[in-house]
């Protein structure tokens, strides 16, 4: 299984960054998580193959994880950024359904290699 995000960079609190991940293979489930600097890695929102999503509290109403099957590719739409989501943000991979898609289960067997997400005030 190979992971490879993209679209990080620099934006002001309050603007809007999209995130993608190409996947291989049909994956049952998929994961946006991040880690702050000095802090551990987070799971903010999941997507299952039927398209169910699962967000962390801390990016919801306006955080949306979607997928594209066809173009095996996974989506982080953020809007309404803060200077506290600044993190690297890894995409992950859970073929075999560990993890319950659940964003809180930290044990995804497969992680792309990350990408930075810097929000200044």
């Known amino acids: 299984e190979q992971l490879v995000e993209s679209g990080g960079g620099s934006v002001e609190a309050g603007g809007s960054m999209r995130l993608s991940c190409g996947y291989t293979?049909?994956?049952?489930?998929l994961a946006w998580f991040r880690q702050p600097p000095g802090k551990e890695r987070e799971g903010i929102a999941t997507?299952?193959?039927?398209?169910?999503?699962r967000y962390a509290d801390s990016v919801k109403g306006r955080f949306t994880i979607s997928r594209d099957n066809a173009k095996t590719t996974l989506y982080l739409q953020m809007n309404s950024l803060k200077p506290e989501d600044t993190a690297m943000y890894y995409c992950?991979?859970?073929?075999?359904?560990?993890?319950?898609?659940?964003?809180?289960?930290?044990?995804?067997?497969?992680w792309g290699q990350g990408t930075q997400v810097t929000v200044s005030s």
């Open positions: 992950a991979s859970d073929p075999y359904g560990v993890t319950g898609c659940r964003p809180d289960r930290i044990s995804f067997p497969y």
């Open positions: 997507i299952a193959y039927d398209r169910s999503t």
């Open positions: 293979g049909s994956n049952y489930c």
